[in-house]
């Protein structure tokens, strides 16, 4: 026979009393109701504050209410339950602490939905994809993932049919083929319904975009930081080879930043509006490799950036086939470090955190989803920094 609704209040917090913690199936099954009705009691009981609810367990609040009656014990229970509860509230107290706000949006978040677009789920965003479906489901939600493949106006319509679908927020990378909005792009974005997170995208200032919350990798900080490993190895003349992308633009402005700081030399490739647009990939290959041997051979280059790992584990074996010793004569970093390591010499690369900032960027959703009513928190715009990972095709300059 199942207890009334009262009864079985009083019996939750007499188990919790005697074990000090335990996991709410456990405590269903015990009780023989339902997980969904033993939610709700411990939703009830926390409410008045007379236990803790974690994520997918309670703990007593040691708190010794029981509607003005007491529970009857002998004094060696008495004695063994105070022993039990000090020394479960002594194993908890540090991490009940470090989780507590992981907890309160834990409860809040159960039922949230949040929709996810991005151009692919392949290479770079892969990882960005995992960080974030991490951290929505610790906190019990889900996430929905829409793509983009960097198609035109497909960005609005994936948008359009996951607000459809009632998602509650947005983690959002435009198809913006520099990584900020072009001239008139972008507009409307604040205009959504629901809070939005832009991943691995910003806006320049006065921009609508500029306003909305952003979490993104620091690539202009990577770049720089290839520069000074390549400076603190004595190389002086340097060159970057980066393949066009949303990256690019950053990459070249770390890159010239931090040669221009270290008073180093570069030998800058051809802008694109003065090289002939490459019709094919092999063309693009031929003309970056050209570049380089040039570099090396008649301006005196020891080092170069080259983006992406794709790109340098093409060129590097065309350079030393071609009598440019790697890294004898020509130091080479790579950047993405997605599969540098796997080249035949294993490439010194640099790191953006791609799931690190596919998680931020959902915690910061998921943060604005669970905010109190009425909480006015400041925008947050977020730059994790890349790391550099040091391999093979690193060396003293010559």
Same mark, same amino acid.
């Given at each position: 026979?199942?207890?009334?609704?009262?009864?079985?209040? /009083?019996?939750?917090?007499?188990?919790?009393?005697?074990?000090? %913690?335990?996991?709410?199936?456990?405590?269903?099954?015990?009780?023989?109701?339902?997980?969904?009705?033993?939610?709700?009691?411990?939703? @009830?009981? /926390?409410?008045?504050?007379?236990?803790?609810?974690?994520?997918?367990?309670?703990?007593?609040?040691?708190?010794?209410?029981?509607?003005?009656?007491?529970? +009857?014990? @002998?004094?060696?229970?008495?004695?063994?339950?105070?022993?039990?509860?000090?020394? @479960?509230? %002594?194993?908890?107290? %540090?991490?009940?602490?470090?989780?507590?706000?992981?907890?309160?949006?834990?409860?809040?978040?159960?039922?949230?939905?949040?929709?996810?677009?991005?151009?692919?789920?392949?290479?770079?965003?892969?990882?960005?994809?995992?960080?974030?479906?991490?951290?929505?489901?610790?906190?019990?939600?889900?996430?929905?993932?829409?793509?983009?493949?960097?198609?035109?106006?497909? !960005?609005?319509?994936?948008?359009?049919?996951?607000? =459809?679908?009632?998602?509650?927020?947005?983690?959002?990378?435009?198809?913006?083929?520099?990584?900020? +909005? =072009?001239?008139?792009? =972008?507009?409307? #974005?604040?205009?959504? +319904?629901?809070? %939005?997170?832009?991943?691995?995208?910003?806006?320049?200032?006065?921009?609508?975009?500029?306003?909305?919350?952003?979490?993104?990798?620091?690539?202009?900080? =990577?770049?720089?930081?290839?520069?000074?490993?390549?400076?603190?190895?004595?190389?002086?003349?340097? /060159?970057?080879?980066?393949?066009?992308?949303?990256?690019? /633009?950053?990459?070249?402005?770390?890159?010239?930043?931090?040669?221009?700081?270290?008073?180093?030399?570069?030998?800058?490739?051809?802008?694109?509006?003065?090289?002939?647009?490459?019709?094919?990939?092999?063309?693009?290959?031929?003309?970056?490799?050209?570049?380089?041997?040039?570099?090396?051979?008649?301006?005196?280059?020891?080092?170069?950036?080259?983006?992406?790992?794709? !790109?340098?584990?093409?060129?590097? +074996?065309?350079?030393?086939?071609?009598?440019?010793?790697?890294?004898?004569?020509?130091?080479?970093?790579?950047?993405?470090?997605? #599969?540098?390591?796997?080249?035949?010499?294993?490439?010194?690369?640099?790191?953006?955190?791609?799931?690190?900032?596919?998680?931020?960027?959902?915690?910061?959703?998921?943060?604005?989803?669970?905010?109190?009513?009425?909480?006015?928190?400041?925008?947050?715009? #977020?730059?994790?920094?890349?790391?550099?990972?040091?391999?093979?095709?690193?060396?003293?300059?010559?």
């Amino acid at each position: 026979m199942r207890l009334h609704v009262d009864r079985r209040h /009083a019996r939750v917090l007499e188990l919790l009393r005697e074990r000090g %913690t335990l996991r709410v199936a456990d405590l269903a099954r015990e009780l023989d109701v339902s997980p969904v009705t033993l939610r709700r009691d411990v939703e @009830t009981l /926390a409410a008045q504050g007379r236990l803790q609810r974690l994520h997918g367990a309670v703990v007593w609040s040691g708190e010794d209410e029981t509607d003005g009656r007491e529970l +009857p014990q @002998t004094q060696t229970q008495t004695q063994t339950q105070t022993q039990t509860q000090t020394q @479960t509230q %002594t194993q908890t107290q %540090t991490q009940t602490q470090a989780q507590a706000q992981t907890q309160t949006t834990a409860r809040s978040a159960v039922g949230v939905v949040v929709g996810m677009v991005v151009p692919t789920t392949e290479y770079y965003y892969a990882e960005v994809v995992r960080g974030a479906r991490e951290a929505v489901e610790e906190r019990g939600a889900r996430l929905v993932v829409a793509l983009s493949r960097y198609l035109p106006g497909e !960005d609005s319509a994936q948008v359009e049919r996951l607000l =459809g679908a009632g998602v509650n927020g947005l983690l959002l990378t435009p198809s913006w083929e520099r990584g900020v +909005p =072009g001239p008139g792009e =972008g507009l409307r #974005i604040t205009e959504r +319904p629901v809070p %939005t997170v832009l991943v691995e995208r910003s806006a320049p200032h006065g921009h609508p975009a500029a306003a909305l919350d952003r979490v993104r990798s620091d690539h202009a900080h =990577g770049a720089a930081e290839a520069v000074r490993h390549l400076a603190s190895l004595g190389h002086r003349t340097l /060159a970057l080879a980066a393949q066009e992308s949303p990256t690019s /633009a950053q990459l070249q402005r770390g890159y010239e930043a931090a040669v221009a700081a270290l008073g180093l030399s570069s030998v800058p490739e051809p802008s694109p509006s003065r090289r002939p647009a490459a019709t094919s990939e092999a063309e693009r290959f031929d003309r970056t490799f050209g570049f380089l041997r040039e570099a090396v051979e008649e301006h005196g280059v020891t080092a170069a950036i080259l983006h992406s790992d794709a !790109d340098a584990i093409v060129l590097v +074996p065309r350079l030393r086939a071609h009598g440019v010793r790697v890294p004898e004569d020509l130091s080479v970093i790579t950047y993405d470090d997605e #599969i540098a390591a796997l080249a035949d010499l294993p490439l010194t690369a640099v790191a953006p955190a791609k799931r690190t900032v596919g998680r931020r960027a959902a915690e910061l959703l998921l943060s604005r989803l669970t905010a109190p009513q009425g909480a006015d928190e400041p925008g947050q715009h #977020i730059d994790v920094l890349p790391r550099l990972h040091v391999r093979a095709s690193c060396a003293a300059a010559p």
